[in-house]
């Protein structure tokens, strides 16, 4: 093996390496999202009495109307209790 093709193979190496933590870490914030989500759902359904389905609806739809991304809608949920966007 000449010492280009090593060097070659090396780079490649370190990009798919890039490449694999780069989805990973997106792979685990997607997770953290998700559980933070049902987290949500859960004091919504508790909350309301709603089932699953309307408490994803719920959040959705308050996300729409707020312009806020969904993920954002359930941390306020889950830290104030509160579903009513403030805009600073």
Do not use: C, P, W
């Given at each position: ?35 933070r ?11 309301h ?40």
């Amino acid at each position: 093996m000449a010492g280009g093709d090593a060097a070659e193979l090396l780079a490649e190496a370190r990009s798919d390496l890039a490449a694999a933590t780069a989805y990973a870490e997106e792979l685990q914030r997607a997770l953290v999202s998700n559980r933070r989500i049902g987290m949500a759902m859960g004091i919504l359904m508790e909350r309301h009495r709603l089932t699953e389905e309307q408490a994803f609806d719920r959040l959705r739809d308050l996300s729409q109307r707020s312009n806020v991304k969904l993920r954002d809608v359930a941390e306020q949920l889950i830290y104030t209790g509160d579903t009513r966007q403030r805009r600073d």
